[in-house]
């Protein structure tokens, strides 16, 4: 699943090293600890998840091996982009498509 | 105008011998006394105005006569009155009009066609709360004769909880009740005519049309029958045939156009045309895009998810000087191996509701063929589970309620579907034979059991039928006529 890829879950760029990796996962876990409520959740490219120690703990786990972080950082570069898939595109799908049959609550 | 009265007594009384003899009971008059008052008070109008002119001299007998006819002229076109009511959006309002002019007296729906114009009427003033959802789903649950409208009423509700879910930000939730909005509004289209009020097929189009529009499915557009549908679906086929498959616009889709009024449907025929090629870098970063966008779970077009393929077959192949994969990483076979089958991982369960026609694609790259495999394996395994799902429910006679037997028989279906969507006509045709037999079962258990509930077996073996005729598949396509024909009635 995308969303629990490791770097969004510590909030970090694909490219941190393994310092800034241990830093970010035990300032998190220090925070869900006070029950500081911003550390509860995360914002991805996907979207904003909930998050608890236990997904901090597997995440830092994953991304101490080598190998399991390039994939996760290679992964996650490919979810990055700032553009829209092609609005523009003929058959790109007409958002708001039932506003044309007037369906405002559809 | 003497003359009047007896036609009218003997074209009613003609009907319903013919439907009496054809064992199909086209009226459902027989069984629901809504359906009988209903009769009586369109017999009393027409008797009552033809009398009025009969006995009355100069204008008085004409205004009586209008006074008479007036409220059979109201029942007999209660239908297309309330949709255009359903506009104002005033639920309650329309579903008490609803119950009171007793619409559809020939299925007999009167539940569901009072909830489908007040979940209309919803959907037109938007913002369906969690009560209104609730109290849609209560009164559709009373629905004894679940038909046509009924289907329709269900998928009306799976869109508002889409909509409500994507407005809380559960986008999953969301997907997954599009998904069964659309299977839902697709069984309606093979029920019988006898179960579908003409009012609830052009809805069903409409709704259907603009599902297909908002999704990105163009070719979902294109095969719709040319029906009396409003001009905005119109205009939306118009596009597909025109824009996406030529390149002229005829009068009668500008014609359509401006009786739409619509400024998305003006933006979508002011697209421009797509440009043979594009830089390999704007590609790249049109494949990323749609990653992000589908891991969003935003509606993403046929042409964009194979340009996806395209581009994260490129990105995560190491020879390609702007691979996305490290360099450390790209002499570890193993460890490129793994990042693909990662990608590829991400994206299935992505494609998978919608998936595209990934088996046109004419060479497979490193997530391609993965993709292709894992989405192989996925959808075959979903068919399977239905298939051994759908023969324990057989075999053991499980019914359930009206609304959950119209969803099974719909996403049953829709398993099937997919397969052919993905990996084309061959594909499907390979796995007919289990399916053709597995989903008869099941239309067979929904006609015999009891409750029994023709009218959906009829839409199983209609789209059996169909399937049977396109595969070449004689017997079935003759077994399945036969069942439709035995299935036909509303009763």
């Not at chain 2, 009265?5 to 009613?12: D, K, T």
């Not at chain 2, 993403?300 to 395209?310: D, E, F, P, R, Y």
Request: aromatic share 8%; net charge positive.
């Amino acid at each position: 699943m995308n969303a629990k890829n490791c770097f969004y879950v510590l909030e970090l760029a694909p490219d941190a090293s393994a310092a800034d990796i241990e830093r970010q996962g035990r300032k998190l876990l220090g925070m869900l600890e006070l029950g500081i409520e911003r550390s509860a959740r995360y914002a991805c490219p996907v979207g904003e998840f909930a998050r608890d120690a236990t997904t901090v703990r597997e995440a830092l786990a994953r991304l101490r091996d080598p190998k399991a972080r390039l994939r996760e950082a290679t992964l996650a570069r490919a979810l990055t982009g700032d553009k829209r898939p092609g609005d523009d595109d003929p058959d790109a799908p007409l958002r708001d498509g039932f506003l044309v049959g007037g369906f405002r609550g559809l | 105008m003497y003359g009047g009265l007896p036609v009218i007594l003997f074209v009613l009384v003609g009907i319903f011998i013919q439907s009496r003899r054809k064992r199909r009971s086209a009226i459902g008059f027989a069984t629901s006394w809504r359906a009988r008052v209903w009769l009586l008070l369109v017999v009393s109008s027409a008797v009552g105005s033809l009398l009025a002119v009969a006995a009355g001299q100069g204008w008085d007998g004409w205004l009586w006569a209008i006074g008479f006819a007036t409220p059979g002229v109201l029942l007999v076109t209660a239908a297309p009155l309330l949709r255009a009511a359903a506009r104002l959006g005033r639920p309650k309002l329309v579903y008490v009009l609803a119950q009171a002019w007793m619409v559809f007296p020939r299925s007999g729906e009167t539940q569901a066609g009072a909830t489908l114009w007040a979940a209309l009427a919803i959907a037109h003033r938007g913002g369906a709360t969690a009560e209104e959802r609730a109290w849609l789903r209560s009164r559709l649950s009373r629905e004894t004769r679940p038909l046509g409208a009924f289907g329709c009423a269900c998928a009306l509700l799976r869109l508002l909880d889409a909509r409500a879910a994507r407005d809380e930000g559960r986008a999953g939730d969301a997907e997954d009740a599009t998904t069964h909005a659309r299977a839902l509004l697709g069984t309606v289209t093979y029920a019988a005519p006898n179960a579908v009020h003409s009012t609830v097929r052009r809805l069903t189009h409409e709704l259907l049309a603009l599902l297909h529009a908002s999704r990105g499915q163009w070719p979902g557009i294109a095969t719709m029958p040319d029906l009396d549908v409003p001009a905005s679906v119109v205009a939306l086929r118009a596009y597909v045939h025109e824009r996406l498959r030529e390149a002229s616009t005829s009068p009668r889709t500008m014609r359509a156009l401006r009786r739409a009024r619509s400024p998305a449907l003006d933006a979508l025929f002011a697209r421009k045309p797509p440009t043979p090629t594009i830089p390999t870098a704007e590609a790249l970063a049109r494949g990323r895009a749609t990653f992000v966008a589908m891991s969003r779970h935003e509606p993403v077009g046929i042409n964009a998810q194979m340009s996806m393929l395209w581009a994260f077959d490129v990105l995560m192949t190491p020879e390609f000087p702007d691979t996305a994969i490290p360099v450390e990483a790209r002499e570890d076979a193993e460890l490129v191996a793994a990042m693909q089958d990662d990608v590829a991982n991400a994206m299935v369960p992505l494609l998978a509701p919608n998936p595209p026609p990934i088996g046109a694609l004419r060479r497979f790259g490193p997530v391609s063929a993965r993709v292709y495999q894992k989405l192989e394996s996925l959808l075959l395994n979903e068919l399977s589970r239905m298939a051994s799902g759908v023969r324990e429910r057989a075999k053991e006679t499980w019914r359930y309620d009206a609304a959950r037997e119209w969803t099974d028989a719909s996403m049953s279906r829709i398993a099937f579907r997919r397969i052919e969507q993905t990996f084309g006509t061959a594909a499907a045709a390979q796995v007919w034979p289990e399916y053709g037999h597995v989903y008869c079962k099941l239309g067979v258990l929904f006609a015999e059991t009891r409750p029994r509930r023709r009218p959906l077996a009829h839409a199983v073996f209609e789209s059996l039928r169909q399937d049977a005729q396109r595969f070449g598949d004689e017997a079935h396509a003759a077994q399945n006529t036969r069942n439709t024909l035995v299935t036909s009635g509303v009763e």
